[in-house]
């Protein structure tokens, strides 16, 4: 059965325009390679007290998303991404893994 999980990443101050606007431009072999690892309905909210990222998606059973970061396309896009959000030291996103408490259907 499809999973669905959610974490958090952190937006630089001052960057909630140009991160919205990269990703109502993302290139569509990152969204090519988001499909092909089992990813869909993936959404991004803001926080905009806290410039907190709060980002679900659902994985199929057979996803390879822990294989994206060894991707070409994925590592372009954190690097493309790494100047307006909080990274590691490969411009991977600071991701934190949030715990569900609650759902309703």
């Not at 630089?12 to 569509?28: F, L």
């Not at 057979?62 to 790494?82: E, K, S, V």
């Not at 909080?86 to 759902?103: A, K, M, T």
Request: net charge negative.
């Amino acid at each position: 059965m499809p999973e669905r999980i959610a974490f958090r990443m952190v937006l630089n101050p001052g960057q909630v325009e140009e991160y919205r606007r990269r990703h109502d431009e993302i290139w569509p072999q990152m969204l090519a390679a988001l499909r092909e690892a089992g990813i869909s309905d993936y959404s991004i909210w803001l926080d905009p007290e806290t410039n907190h990222l709060f980002a679900t998606l659902v994985r199929a059973d057979d996803h390879t998303m822990d294989d994206l970061p060894q991707t070409q396309i994925n590592r372009r896009w954190w690097d493309f991404m790494a100047d307006i959000m909080q990274v590691g030291d490969r411009n991977e996103p600071v991701v934190v893994p949030l715990q569900r408490v609650f759902h309703m259907d």
